[in-house]
Structures are given as C-alpha cells and as structure tokens.
Nanobody, 116 residues
Framework: QVQLVESGGGLVQAGGSLRLSCAAS????????MGWYRQAPGKQRELVAT???????NYADSVKGRFTISRDNAKNTVYLQMNSLKPEDTAVYYC??????????WGQGTQVTVSS
C-alpha cells in the first residue's frame, strides 16, 4: 500500500494562490498515475487533475487555465499549483496514486478555503 502525505492547504482570499504537495512512499511497484481530487461539503468527491508518469496532465473543466499539476518522479511527489482561486474551489483536497497494478491509494486530505 502506498502512503501519501499531503501539505500546502490553507485559507486564501479569492484571486489568490496556493500550492499543494503530495509525497508518496512505500510502493513496491512503479506509481503510474498521481492526481488530486476534492470534496466540498455535501458534494461528491470529484476529479481535479491527474498526471501520468510521462507527464501527461488531465484537468477538470472547472480548473483548466487556473490550476497546474506537475510531478517529480525521482521524489514520487505530485504538486498542484492553484491560481486565481475562487470560493467554489473550497474543499478538502485529496491526493491519489495508482500503482502498476492499478491499486489506488488516498491521502488524508488537506483543507483549502477560499474566502470571497
């Protein structure tokens, strides 16, 4: 099982920026895909962005042009740079990693709050 440790959440005003980090450890297999999901109160968890080992990103329409996902394979770390934040971006953000057998692991979540 992969252990994921997230950091970088917090409180920011609308229009501001935050950077999330997620470090993976403990995997015996290569980690194929890493990504970020979020869950707002009363809503289902939704995809924010994912990135493959080769660096191909995929974004939710709601964050395209504002968020950038990147990955350091040597450190097994994924980052999410969030710019032009909106109050509707407020949620708990979860890191996800899938290994070569497509087993999925989740981080504990980090709160992002955007005030208007």
């Amino acid at each position: 099982q992969v252990q994921l440790v997230e950091s970088g959440g917090g409180l920011v005003q609308a229009g501001g920026s935050l950077r999330l980090s997620c470090a993976a450890s403990g995997s015996r297999l290569p980690i194929i895909t890493m990504g970020w999901y979020r869950q707002a109160p009363g809503k289902q968890r939704e995809l924010v962005a994912t990135i493959t080992g080769g660096g191909s990103p995929n974004y939710a329409d709601s964050v395209k042009g504002r968020f950038t996902i990147s990955r350091d394979n040597a450190k097994n770390t994924v980052y999410l740079q969030m710019n032009s934040l909106k109050p509707e971006d407020t949620a708990v953000y979860y890191c996800n990693a899938a290994d070569a057998r497509y087993r999925s692991s989740w981080g504990q979540g980090t709160q992002v709050t955007v005030s208007s």
